[in-house]
């Protein structure tokens, strides 16, 4: 909780296209090295740039090789952007700026560049305002020298030092929230659904036909990258030798029924029964399928990071194949629900797992998607909410401490466990009375804050304590 401002955010800055494997340190870092581009354009210097440096602070630094902070900022140096670049182009593109030394800035100016000196991962040195901190560096040929820092808190946003408080542009929305509390008003004012508040208030930010476009288009990417991940074999990539094992599943629980495409595939897994335990590897190899292909460089949709990416996505998938939910109109619906309870989150604590541990990321992921299923399945508005709190409440202190700074030990299987409690979350709250609930999602999102301010920094995603340092292992040279 960096801004006692009221913040301003869209269901599409909860839901970003991205690449892998982590939106504070891959998405977060491309998009604050394609600002610094963008920086020097607006001051009209691009074209003086004879040097750059980057520097790596904190768990930049710590945990940016396993995440591929490097490979980020080198690509958004190069003026590519995560949402349309070729995921297959990764390693060549990499490889042309190490042994041609040189990286062609904005893909304009080209500048001498060795990654091993003018890439520095300064491991022992952090920022004061946030773990995740990055400073560019460019030296102009008037001998003048520009640097700027910026900061990943989380979900791939961004911010510059010194500009803070900058969100963008005010918009008048009709329903202004901050907090639960404040949610739960509007719609007892006005009526409302949860996800029909969520959409008055998007109208002050675009037409609600773009809104289902843009929606619709981040559907298309979660279904692209769940089949994916479902039909792809091997071993991730970072020397941990983990194996994917989404595709084995999936071809077990299938056997020998054909499909060709996803909606041929939704139809074979709903013919494979309803039965808890089938359901129940169904929720696990969604979950994995995603994060497999996140840890393995491939195309994703924060949710509200990257490191749990892979919850929402597995229950809207149970949704959709165990639900009968399977209709834009729902899916829409599902995804404005839980945009919002991700909103509330960051306004209210954190969804950076460098400031608040996993709790953050997989527990903020879980109350989104419990949310977002207890309405679609119709839930009341207090459900819906009371859903989002027992979900996160059994995730408070889940710290970050990801073996080799990769984001796949143990952060894939804990898509699979943040899934399956937001389901369980749904039914407990469907099944309950709001009135006798004793804990609020408000108090939740305040102790989580208070947890993550306690946590000892080594649990916060730098791989220097838990199975981090627990874990014997052997990764190749960077």
């Not at 609930?437 to 730098?462: C, F, G, H, I, P």
């Amino acid at each position: 909780m960096y801004d006692m401002q009221r913040e301003q955010i869209s269901v599409f800055d909860i839901f970003k296209i991205g690449i892998g494997p982590s939106s504070s340190h891959t998405l977060g870092p491309w998009r604050a090295a394609q600002q610094f581009v963008q920086s020097l354009q607006q001051q009209e210097v691009l074209a003086d740039v004879v040097q750059l440096k980057i520097l790596l602070y904190g768990s930049l630094a710590k945990t940016g090789k396993g995440h591929g902070t490097d490979i980020a900022i080198l690509l958004g140096l190069s003026g590519h952007d995560p949402v349309t670049f070729a995921v297959d182009q990764l390693d060549s593109s990499i490889e042309d700026i190490k042994t041609s030394r040189q990286l062609v800035l904005g893909g304009q100016q080209p500048l001498s560049f060795y990654t091993d000196d003018d890439l520095m991962f300064l491991y022992s040195q952090s920022l004061p305002f946030h773990p995740n901190a990055v400073t560019f560096q460019a030296f102009l040929s008037t001998g003048k020298a520009i640097s700027e820092t910026y900061y990943s808190i989380g979900g791939g946003f961004v911010v510059k030092e010194g500009a803070e408080h900058n969100h963008g542009a005010e918009v008048d929305l009709p329903f202004p929230i901050e907090t639960a509390n404040e949610l739960l008003h509007w719609c007892r004012k006005t009526g409302l659904k949860i996800s029909e508040v969520v959409l008055e208030n998007e109208l002050a930010w675009r037409p609600e036909a773009k809104t289902r476009e843009g929606l619709l288009q981040i559907l298309r990417v979660l279904k692209e990258c769940i089949y994916r991940g479902c039909h792809t074999t091997g071993y991730l990539p970072g020397g941990l030798n983990v194996a994917r094992r989404a595709a084995g599943l999936n071809r077990r629980l299938t056997g020998d029924r054909s499909y060709h495409n996803f909606n041929e595939w939704i139809d074979v897994i709903r013919q494979t029964g309803n039965g808890f335990q089938n359901t129940l590897d169904w929720v696990s190899c969604f979950a994995l399928a995603v994060n497999e292909e996140n840890a393995s460089f491939g195309r994703v949709v924060t949710a509200p990071t990257n490191g749990a990416a892979g919850v929402i996505p597995a229950v809207l998938m149970y949704y959709i194949a165990f639900c009968d939910g399977y209709s834009e109109d729902r899916i829409i619906q599902f995804m404005l629900t839980a945009s919002e309870v991700g909103s509330i989150f960051k306004k209210g604590a954190t969804i950076s797992a460098a400031m608040g541990g996993c709790q953050a990321e997989i527990g903020v992921s879980s109350a989104m998607a419990a949310a977002a299923l207890t309405e679609c399945l119709g839930g009341s508005q207090r459900q819906v909410l009371m859903a989002a709190e027992i979900a996160m409440e059994h995730h408070l202190g889940l710290t970050c401490d990801p073996i080799g700074g990769l984001v796949q030990v143990p952060c894939i299987e804990r898509n699979t466990m943040g899934a399956i409690k937001a389901i369980t979350a749904s039914q407990l709250a469907l099944q309950s009375n709001p009135d006798n609930a004793r804990v609020s999602l408000d108090a939740v999102v305040k102790t989580m804050w208070q947890t993550a301010q306690d946590m000892n920094s080594k649990y916060k995603e730098t791989s220097d304590g838990g199975l981090a340092i627990n874990i014997p292992i052997s990764l190749p040279e960077c």
